[in-house]
């Protein structure tokens, strides 16, 4: 069982940037697809972003293409995802989630995902 801890979070400006964080609380990280997920209020939990075990291949989804980027280091058992160039519709509560199947490379859905984080807010003002 892997726990999942972010931080980073908290109030910007419009314009500005955060760098959030993932903490695993097991190696077995290293061997996981890593994504980040987001829900604002009212509205579903979307993609952000997926990273693959060795971080060769991401993907983003449309909205946050070129601000947003994901990284992992495996050593420190931390994946990251600097945010630049926020905008009021970025802000959310943001979850890091691993796949633990092993079988994708990077997967951009959800239920494919089976350990979750607790979310941390990021608000963005104009």
């Known amino acids: 069982q892997v726990q999942l801890a972010e931080s980073g979070g908290g109030l910007v400006q419009a314009g500005g940037s955060l760098r959030l964080s993932c903490a695993a609380s097991?190696?077995?990280?290293?061997?996981?697809?890593m994504g980040w997920f987001r829900q604002a209020p009212g509205k579903e939990r979307e993609f952000v972003a997926t990273i693959s075990w060795s971080g060769a291949s991401t993907s983003y989804a449309d909205s946050v293409k070129g601000r947003f980027t994901i990284s992992r280091d495996n050593a420190k058992r931390t994946g990251y995802l600097q945010m630049n160039s926020l905008k009021p519709e970025d802000t959310a509560v943001y979850y890091c989630?691993?796949?633990?199947?092993?079988?994708?490379?990077?997967?951009?859905?959800?239920?494919?995902?089976?350990?979750w984080g607790q979310g941390t807010q990021v608000t963005v003002f104009s």
């Open positions: 989630a691993l796949d633990s199947s092993t079988i994708r490379a990077i997967t951009t859905q959800s239920h494919h995902y089976d350990y």
């Open positions: 097991e190696r077995t990280f290293s061997n996981y697809v």
